[in-house]
């Protein structure tokens, strides 16, 4: 078990620049999760995956993000025309099955200049 | 008034105190109660994870749950300036089928002086 992985670690991007972040799961987990968290804040849902069907969707993701995961194993996230707004921690988090936990990444944070 | 509520703090003790942590929550559908344990610029990590009202130990860990009054906690024992960190709150909630997000408190950053 080597744990989420998440990379980049750190993302700085001029304002209107295209995104691209990867999550790799736990290996055996079925269950794959965005969240964003901005300081001071906890961790918010944005999209949920079962293999690599995408089931859920918050309304924190507007069209500008995308979110996908081929084949069912990793995940991206991107972000097309970045806002100042868009500036956080992106966690990805993976879990076997249902009613399982959900297991951390470390992140990538996103600053916008 | 928000799903989950938690006290940021900053909260600070001596090493060895007992640290009590707590959140309450409005939505009765929540199923599942977890505590994460956060380091700064780093990834929630899974401390303590429970679905029934009651009490769960896991060494210096106590989780408490009590579904009637909409409010957990959670207890560190014989706290050590290892424990510093943010502290989160979380609860899962069935969306639909089989889904499942968790809705977080804010966190409250606790600080454990040697």
């Known amino acids: 078990d080597t744990g989420v992985s998440q990379d980049p670690r750190h993302k700085i991007t001029k304002r209107g620049q295209n995104v691209t972040f990867r999550c790799d799961p736990i290996s055996e987990h079925n269950r794959l999760y965005w969240y964003r968290q901005t300081l001071g804040q906890g961790p918010e849902f944005l999209t949920y995956?079962?293999?690599?069907?995408?089931?859920?969707k918050s309304r924190l993701l507007s069209d500008r993000f995308s979110a996908e995961r081929p084949k069912g194993s990793f995940s991206t996230l991107e972000i097309q025309r970045t806002e100042q707004g868009d500036s956080a921690m992106y966690l990805c988090a993976s879990s076997l099955g249902q009613s399982q936990p959900q297991h951390f990444g470390d992140g990538t944070r996103l600053s916008i200049l | 008034q928000k799903e989950v509520e938690q006290d940021p703090g900053p909260l600070s003790v001596p090493e060895g105190a007992i640290v009590s942590l707590n959140c309450t929550y409005s939505n009765s559908a929540f199923q599942y109660f977890m505590w994460y344990r956060q380091y700064s610029r780093k990834g929630p990590e899974l401390l303590m994870y429970?679905?029934?009202?009651g009490n769960k130990e896991d060494g210096r860990f106590t989780a408490q749950v009590d579904k009637s009054s909409k409010y957990i906690s959670l207890f560190i024992r014989d706290s050590q300036p290892s424990d510093s960190a943010t502290y989160l709150c979380a609860m899962q909630t069935r969306l639909g089928g089989s889904n499942y997000k968790l809705t977080f408190g804010k966190g409250t950053l606790l600080t454990v002086n040697p």
């Open positions: 995956f079962q293999n690599e069907a995408q089931l859920e």
């Open positions: 429970t679905y029934s009202s």
